[in-house]
T-cell receptor, first 113, second 112 residues
């Protein structure tokens, strides 16, 4: 079966500090991968998606970036965090059939102080 | 701007009743529609997907889609306290990708 791992699960970072969130997928190859953010009072927002190694599409301009160094690894980064970056970050896989379904990992909860 | 609207709730129903959750979307080219359940502090879990007009049933859940009215709903029969969660409606406008637009969710409370 397919499993999505995210880490760290929780982190508290000061404003201006860097960020690295990691996501790995097991049980599939060449998956479409996605980063979403759920901020307080807002719906889930698509940040980035990737259809393969080195291929990143950005949906929202911001101080975040994403990379896909390996087939089943997706990384979300920032050089300098803002207060507004606080939220619940979710990595997701698009399933085998690419029918639009999303399967989420456990999430990483970020608080920027 | 693409929007998905849901009543934030909470929607309160007694155990055993039918819970009805509604969602409207603004973009007529939307192609696929999804309902997710999210327990407090947890990640969303896919419970239903629907791609064509009409009803789709899966156990106690029924999804209903009306593309002409740009409306999608989720019915939960025989509601249980364990169904208490936030239900997210999501819409996809691009085939082949899961670039979903989510509503803010409706909180459902099922009382014993």
């Amino acid at each position: 079966s397919q499993t999505i791992h995210q880490w760290p699960a929780t982190l508290v970072q000061p404003v201006g500090s860097p960020l690295s969130l990691e996501c790995t997928v097991e049980g599939t190859s060449n998956p479409n991968l996605y980063w979403y953010r759920q901020a307080a009072g807002r719906g889930l927002q698509l940040l980035f998606y990737s259809i393969g190694i080195g291929q990143i599409s950005s949906e929202v301009p911001q101080n975040l970036s994403a990379s896909r160094p390996q087939d089943r690894q997706f990384i979300l980064s920032s050089k300098k965090l803002l207060l507004s970056d606080s939220g619940f970050y979710l990595c997701a896989w698009g399933g085998f059939a690419n029918t639009g379904e999303l399967f989420f990992g456990e999430g990483s909860r970020l608080t920027v102080l | 701007q693409k929007e998905v609207e849901q009543n934030s709730g909470p929607l309160s129903v007694p155990e055993g009743a039918i819970a009805s959750l509604n969602c409207t979307y603004s973009d007529r080219v939307s192609q696929s529609f999804f309902w997710y359940r999210q327990y407090s502090g947890k990640s969303p879990e896919l419970i239903m997907s629907i791609y064509s007009n009409g009803d789709k049933e899966d156990g106690r859940f029924t999804a209903q889609l009306n593309k002409a009215s740009q409306y999608v709903s989720l019915l939960i029969r025989d509601s249980q306290p364990s169904d208490s969660a936030t239900y997210l409606c999501a819409v996809n406008m691009r085939s082949g990708y899961s670039t979903l637009t989510f509503g803010k969710g409706t909180m459902l409370l099922v009382s014993p």
